[in-house]
């Protein structure tokens, strides 16, 4: 069963255009959001989060927009730059009593900036 | 910020024999680290939660004989693949939770590099 969700395994954006990456999630314990960057042969990199209680974060050129009614979200770059190309992961946080909350991952999305 | 060094980045191993990943907090301690192994174009799958002091919490289906994890200190914890076999070839990644000082919504995991681990 699939609690993260990333329908695209693949995307090709045009750089300096609007780079979106889509993530939908159905358990709805999750409290919180993030979005990881991954470049090949090196571990993720901790990109933005969003809490449960927002439905919007920015940060610099990167946006999450969180619908938690429709258990969607998404990644906004704008502009997209060569360098943003990698495989970006949607992981979903699930809080627990005790410390050992879990995060949960999807598949990522490869994300290609074409010149 | 945070950094998590893994060791070794790749690795190839004989079939049966174990092999031990090493996963370090540099610059902070974990009291919690985490385990995953990614298969190619999968997501990343928890193994294990691990605790410093403590027994490590494994996810159902991972067998906690064959992946053995140790989290002897608050900056080290390790994977040990034992009597490995070709299917047991992956990329594990390690991460690790800062003990003190993480407000919600802030950079929740720092990953390693990850591990390639090839079995012959």
């Known amino acids: 069963d699939q609690q993260v969700k990333q329908n695209s395994p693949s995307l090709s954006v045009q750089e300096g255009r609007i780079s979106i990456l889509n993530c939908d999630y159905t358990n709805s314990m999750f409290d919180y959001f993030l979005w990881y960057k991954k470049y090949p042969a090196e571990g993720p990199t901790f990109l933005i989060s969003i809490s449960s209680i927002k439905d919007k974060n920015e940060d610099g050129r990167f946006t999450v927009f969180l619908n938690k009614s429709a258990k969607h979200l998404s990644l906004h770059i704008v502009p997209s730059q060569p360098g943003d190309s990698a495989v970006y992961f949607c992981?979903?946080?699930?809080?627990?009593?005790?410390?050992?909350?879990?995060?949960?991952f999807g598949k990522g999305t490869r994300l290609h900036i074409l010149p | 910020g945070a950094v998590v060094s893994q060791h070794p980045s790749r690795v190839i191993c004989k079939s049966g024999t174990s092999v031990k990943i090493e996963c370090r907090s540099l610059?902070?301690?974990?009291?919690?680290m985490f385990w995953y192994r990614q298969f190619p174009k999968q997501s990343l799958m928890l193994m294990a939660t691990?605790?410093?002091?403590?027994?490590?919490?494994?996810e159902q289906g991972v067998e906690k004989d064959k992946f053995l994890i140790n989290h002897a200190s608050l900056t080290l914890s390790t994977l040990t693949v034992t009597s490995a076999h070709p299917e047991d070839s992956s990329f594990y990644i390690c991460?690790?939770?800062?003990?003190?000082?993480?407000?919600?919504?802030?950079?929740?995991?720092?990953f390693g590099a990850g591990s390639r681990l090839t079995v012959l």
């Open positions: 991460s690790a939770r800062a003990r003190t000082g993480e407000p919600p919504g802030a950079n929740v995991l720092t």
């Open positions: 992981a979903a946080r699930r809080a627990h009593m005790n410390r050992d909350d879990k995060i949960i």
């Open positions: 691990s605790n410093e002091g403590s027994k490590a919490t494994y």
């Open positions: 610059d902070f301690q974990a009291t919690t």
